[in-house]
């Protein structure tokens, strides 16, 4: 009996080991069902991947925004005025209106003044000055439009626009061939710090500087003496 079961033991075995394989094995509908299965994820992947990334790169760039409306009006607390000389609070361009913020606000992070998407003609600064010389000039597009010389009575207030996604043109829209996010709009910055995301000022208006009605110039809303210099 012994010799029998010592025989017996390795069939047994060996039908065992058989029937794992065979139930480890797919079959062509299981296998297309599979195939079918990951095509179908790689396309919502496809479609829907690159629609949030873009929206982690504007919510990105809209904290950006905000942390230089905020050093301006908060510690740098005057406007920067119109002229060339930074050391005197004074710029004709963005890169002046960054050396500006870096001398006198602390604000002198490089990538704030970009955005990560855009194809740059150089790379982008870890600092905006580095020893004394200003990085952010030459490389372009930079990020934002900015006021100049705006209102000294009204720069900090909640309806005054202080900066915003460059490509906005004076009727309200914002220019696809200039604005990085196309179809979706800007950020528009106000004086008190909280940021915006528009479509277009004829959707959801600024207000006048003069008397507070609704308007699609941004001219309008900060005043006839108040210049923007373009991030371009």
């Known amino acids: 009996m012994a010799g029998k079961n010592q025989h017996l033991f390795p069939i047994q075995i060996m039908k065992h080991t058989t029937s794992l394989k065979q139930n480890r094995a797919f079959t062509l509908v299981e296998l297309l069902a599979v195939i079918t299965i990951l095509g179908i994820l790689m396309t919502v992947m ?3 991947v690159p629609g949030a990334l873009k929206t982690a790169r504007m919510n990105a760039s809209a904290q950006n925004l905000r942390s230089i409306v905020v050093a301006y009006t908060s510690v740098f607390e005057k406007p920067i005025t119109e002229g060339g000389d930074p050391e005197k609070g004074q710029a004709n361009d963005i ?26 003609s150089g790379e982008v600064p ?42 906005l043109s004076l009727e309200g829209k914002w220019d696809p061939s200039t604005s990085p996010w196309g179809e979706r709009g800007g950020h528009i910055a106000f004086g008190d710090g909280h940021v915006d995301l528009r479509l277009n000022l004829k959707l959801k208006p600024l207000s006048k500087l003069e008397d507070g009605t609704d308007t699609a110039s941004y001219q309008d809303a900060i005043g006839t003496n108040a210049r923007v210099v373009k991030g371009d």
């Open 46 to 48: 496809a479609t829907q």
């Open 95 to 120: 890169a002046g209106v960054a050396e500006v913020l870096a001398r006198y606000a602390e604000l002198n992070k490089g990538d704030v003044w970009f955005i990560g998407s855009d194809t740059l």
């Open 126 to 167: 870890e600092k905006v000055l580095l020893q004394g010389a200003n990085q952010v000039r030459g490389v372009k597009p930079q990020a934002w439009d900015a006021v100049i010389n705006p209102s000294r009575k009204n720069f900090r207030d909640s309806s005054y626009p202080l900066m915003w996604t460059r490509g």
